[in-house]
């Protein structure tokens, strides 16, 4: 048999995971300078670990849970989004997820048929548009405004819905541009998802790091948008817990029904063990979230203030929200960004994620994580320095 001609078209197109390669890559080089990935490198508070040891403890953690997740933990959920996001919940409007990535695909799944089109703001999550491709459906990738901080083109928005859009699909803290969507941008793309009867999925992982006078906004709480928005939220960023996988989204009662179908055949239910974890996360202390954000506040500042001594090499639109910076490559190796973050691996020691893993406006861009200690940025960027030559 050739193997080669049996995959399927839809899976040998995608191409492979940038992250995940430059991952690979990185293991291969010694002493490596590592701000490729977006995963705290701090571990899951100690109250929550416990919890889980004690769940283990009592013999709670060994079968399947509710498809749609532990009672007690969607309550939670529910108290959470009405105190957090202003966004009126029963639990019965809930399904825990294997973070928020199953949760986004089940989402999608229930959405899309074949041929039907999703816009997508660009730069966005890779792994986003390639939910909508393993729908069989068609992602459409709308340039965001670079010199407005990577912020929404509403009317851009507007002219590339066809009759074929069925769905937008947003991140906001954005991955892997930092941005923040304000409400009001959010208040025109509500408009333009009534007047073309659009269903709106959001991601919402990120929603606890902003910064300044960014303020993170739940779409689900915009007038008329409560019935048509699927809101993916998790656990792993916030409370530093991205290898539990765990996650959950809210929907309208009509949706869950039809998200659960693509939901048990993803997962069956999320892990059991992780759900005791993430009531605890919940019903714990919650300073250590307030501790992460200032951490990256400092660590968004640091790495502004060095970008700003290669100002040959970069230049960059700062942050208001997550842990991850997009900054233009001003010199022209950096036109092949897959290329750039190679070189830059191989010859300085430094890792990053190529901006084209992001869609066809993060070309020329790589994408760096602060989710790191200090020390890291500052060896990371003397290493640049040196190889760069300034």
């Known amino acids: 048999m050739n193997i080669e001609d049996r995959i399927s078209r839809r899976v040998a197109g995608i191409a492979p995971s940038a992250i995940h390669e430059m991952t690979r890559l990185s293991q291969q080089v010694e002493d490596v300078a590592f701000l490729s990935w977006a995963k705290p490198t701090v571990d899951t508070p100690e109250h929550i670990k416990e919890a889980a040891v004690q769940a283990i403890r009592d013999g709670l953690v060994g079968g399947y849970s509710p498809t749609t997740g532990l009672p007690a933990l969607r309550q939670a959920i529910v108290d959470k989004l009405q105190r957090d996001n202003g966004i009126k919940a029963t639990a019965a409007q809930i399904i825990v997820t294997v973070g928020a990535i199953e949760g986004l695909a089940a989402a999608v799944m229930a959405v899309v048929d074949p041929g039907d089109e999703v816009l997508l ?54 991955n892997p541009t930092g941005t923040v969507f304000a409400e009001a941008e959010l208040r025109q793309l509500a408009a333009v998802a009534t007047d073309h009867d659009l269903v709106v999925i959001t991601d919402e992982a990120y929603e606890y790091f902003v910064f300044d006078e960014h303020r993170h906004c739940s779409f689900a709480t915009l007038p008329g948008m409560r019935e048509r928005t699927i809101s993916c939220f998790t656990f792993t960023k916030t409370y530093a817990m991205t290898g539990w996988r765990i996650g959950y989204l ?34 714990g202390p919650q300073d250590c979230v307030e501790s992460y954000r200032a951490h990256y506040q400092r660590t968004r500042d640091l790495m502004c203030e060095r970008l700003d001594g290669l100002p040959s090499v970069f230049t960059y639109q700062k942050p208001g929200g997550s842990y991850l910076m997009f900054p233009h490559i001003l010199v022209a190796e950096g036109r092949d960004s897959l290329s750039f973050c190679k070189r830059l691996l191989r010859e300085a020691k430094v890792s990053t994620t190529p901006g084209v893993a992001f869609g066809p406006s993060g070309e020329a861009h790589l994408r760096m994580s602060f989710c790191v200690p200090e020390e890291t940025i500052n060896l990371a960027f003397d290493r640049l320095e040196a190889y760069l030559g300034t």
Do not use: N
């Not at 009509?254 to 919940?282: M, N, R, T």
């Open 121 to 174: 703001p660009d730069p966005t999550y890779s792994t986003h548009i390639r939910q909508v491709v393993m729908a069989s459906a068609k992602p459409v990738l709308v340039p965001c405004r670079e010199e407005a901080g990577f912020h929404l083109d509403i009317d851009a928005i507007r002219k590339a819905i066809t009759p074929h859009t069925k769905a937008i699909l947003f991140c906001s803290p954005c």
């Open 250 to 283: 809210h929907a309208h009662d009509d949706w869950i029904p039809q998200i659960g179908k693509a939901h048990i055949p993803f997962a069956i239910c999320a892990p059991v063990i992780s759900q005791y974890a993430a009531l605890e996360a919940l019903h």
